[in-house]
């Protein structure tokens, strides 16, 4: 085995599913974009980050566990967050991840594609055109679906996001609907 160093990028957070790129690299998916705004404006006690089994507590604990931050070793909850804060970025996750081998080294390569938006994807396909990029996530506080077009065939550095809107046309057989994308915006 080989170990694939994510270091550069902050680490990865909740590998999720992947799929194989028409350029034979692996696109994976980052299960957890964690809610920054709450983060910042957490309003838990220590004793709460102590004893977290669920929710935005636990998923502070779990993330900060990795920077070798562990409430217990802390006296108070302002003592804990300036430590944290120093080491952990929430907008570093919630990415498509991509792995591939670089032909001169023969070793990974690990990035994450900002321009392919940030949520708690799932997985992420690319279309053999290799522009279109088609994004679901998890189900969970994003709920949707979504793509990403490049500008250039297999460069995803530049391109434009977008949003399934769905209108329900009927409700026999299973149903029926259309759907139109709502272009997000362009990002390089």
């Not at 604990?61 to 070798?68: A, H, K, M, P």
């Given at each position: 085995p080989v170990a694939?160093?994510?270091?550069?990028?902050?680490?990865?957070?909740?590998?999720?599913?992947?799929s194989v790129s028409p350029w034979n690299t692996h696109l994976g998916s980052e299960e957890s974009d964690p809610n920054a705004r709450l983060w910042e404006t957490f309003g838990g006690n220590i004793t709460t980050l102590r004893g977290a089994s669920s929710g935005l507590a636990r998923d502070i604990?779990?993330?900060?566990?990795?920077?070798?931050h562990?409430?217990?070793?802390?006296?108070?909850?302002?003592?804990?967050?300036?430590?944290a804060k120093d080491s952990?970025?929430?907008?570093r996750y919630g990415?498509?991840?991509?792995?591939?081998?670089?032909?001169?080294?023969?070793k990974p390569e690990a990035r994450k594609w900002f321009t392919l938006g940030r949520a708690s994807w799932e997985m992420a396909l690319t279309m053999p055109d290799k522009k279109t990029?088609?994004?679901a996530d998890d189900g969970g506080r994003n709920m949707g679906f979504y793509?990403?077009?490049?500008?250039?065939?297999?460069?995803?550095?530049?391109?434009?996001?977008?949003?399934?809107?769905?209108?329900?046309?009927?409700?026999?057989?299973?149903?029926?609907?259309?759907?139109?994308?709502?272009?997000?915006?362009?990002?390089?």
């Open positions: 694939v160093d994510f270091s550069a990028w902050g680490g990865v957070a909740a590998p999720c599913a992947g604990v779990s993330f900060l566990r990795y920077f070798g562990y409430a217990s070793d802390y006296e108070t909850l302002d003592a804990f967050w300036a430590a952990f970025k929430p907008y990415y498509i991840t991509e792995v591939g081998i670089d032909a001169k080294t023969d990029v088609y994004l793509k990403f077009v490049a500008d250039v065939p297999g460069d995803f550095n530049r391109g434009t996001l977008y949003a399934a809107k769905a209108n329900q046309t009927s409700d026999k057989n299973g149903g029926a609907f259309t759907f139109t994308w709502i272009k997000l915006g362009w990002a390089d």
